[in-house]
């Protein structure tokens, strides 16, 4: 049986605020506030979620766990970007985090580094050869084991993966059509979208352009879906005891569902009872019972 998903919602994106999940009871879907303080929603990986830098929290049961800040290195240094995974080889949780020289035009080198949940501990992982600056603003998405950003190699955009557990870099290849450096499309989000790796981004304001990766690392197979007119975010939904696979899109302050049909899409109305004003869809993640102090 699929492990049941919790869309979880945030009211800000980088100051205090409230945190609610979707849920269905009684054939009706709700916003349920959750006792958990909102910063920023990083990622989610096995039913935890990372909130802001420092903060590790289960959405089911609300526990969550501080953790350790990152070692800034120099006083140059900062660090602006986090995801979270699962390393297989160790058997852990750890918290991905890249830093990168703050308020200058000729230092772009950027470092990985890891904290290991069992352990308590950071590690350097890597140097980067790709500038990650643009990663402080747009949250990257875990997918086959590594987390994926948008980066840049001199001026190109690069889609650039970090394996969790190998702490391997590599890139894969982005849709063939996306041009944003020469200002076509908004600046793409990555997601994982019906089991595939996705990205999204507005063309000229008025239409949205969602790919999907069918066969992950092959170029080919990027699949393109167009919606006439522009919108927020779109995001994965897997509601409980329902069968269907759908992609949530936060509109202004409505939830609509898009439903691919025949490589086409509609766009129907999707009632949530108790929405907040002014929210963000934030993630994906497990229904789960699993500690964040391992």
């Not at 929290?57 to 979270?84: E, H, M, W």
């Amino acid at each position: 049986m699929d492990t049941q998903k919790l869309l979880i919602l945030s009211t800000v994106r980088d100051d205090y605020g409230r945190i609610y999940s979707i849920q269905k009871t009684n054939e009706q879907r709700a916003a349920v506030r959750l006792n958990l303080t909102a910063t920023r929603l990083w990622g989610s990986c096995r039913g935890l979620i990372l909130i802001g830098d420092q903060e590790l929290a289960n959405p089911t049961t609300c526990y969550s766990r501080k953790l350790k800040q990152a070692p800034r290195g120099d006083y140059n240094r900062v660090f602006k970007a986090y995801g979270i995974g699962y390393d297989t080889i160790l058997d852990d949780y750890v918290v991905v985090a890249i830093s990168y020289y703050q308020c200058s035009t000729y230092q772009k080198e950027s470092f990985f580094y890891v904290f290991a949940l069992k352990t308590g501990k950071w590690e350097r992982a890597l140097l980067s050869p790709y500038d990650h600056r643009m990663s402080r603003d747009y949250a990257g998405v875990l997918f086959q084991g590594g987390w994926h950003w948008f980066a840049k190699s001199g001026d190109l955009l690069v889609l650039v993966v970090f394996n969790v557990s190998s702490r391997s870099l590599a890139s894969v290849p982005k849709p063939e059509n996306l041009t944003f450096e020469d200002g076509t499309f908004s600046f793409p989000e990555i997601g994982v979208l019906d089991d595939c790796l996705s990205v999204v981004a507005i063309k000229g304001g008025k239409e949205t352009f969602i790919w999907l990766m069918r066969s992950y690392g092959v170029a080919e197979t990027w699949f393109n879906l167009v919606i006439r007119h522009p919108v927020s975010q779109i995001s994965a939904l897997y509601m409980r005891e329902e069968s269907w696979n759908v992609i949530c899109v936060e509109d202004g302050n409505f939830l609509l569902l898009i439903v691919s049909e025949n490589g086409g899409v509609r766009i129907q109305d999707f009632a949530v009872h108790g929405l907040p004003e002014d929210f963000e869809v934030g993630l994906l993640t497990d229904d789960s019972l699993i500690s964040p102090f391992q």
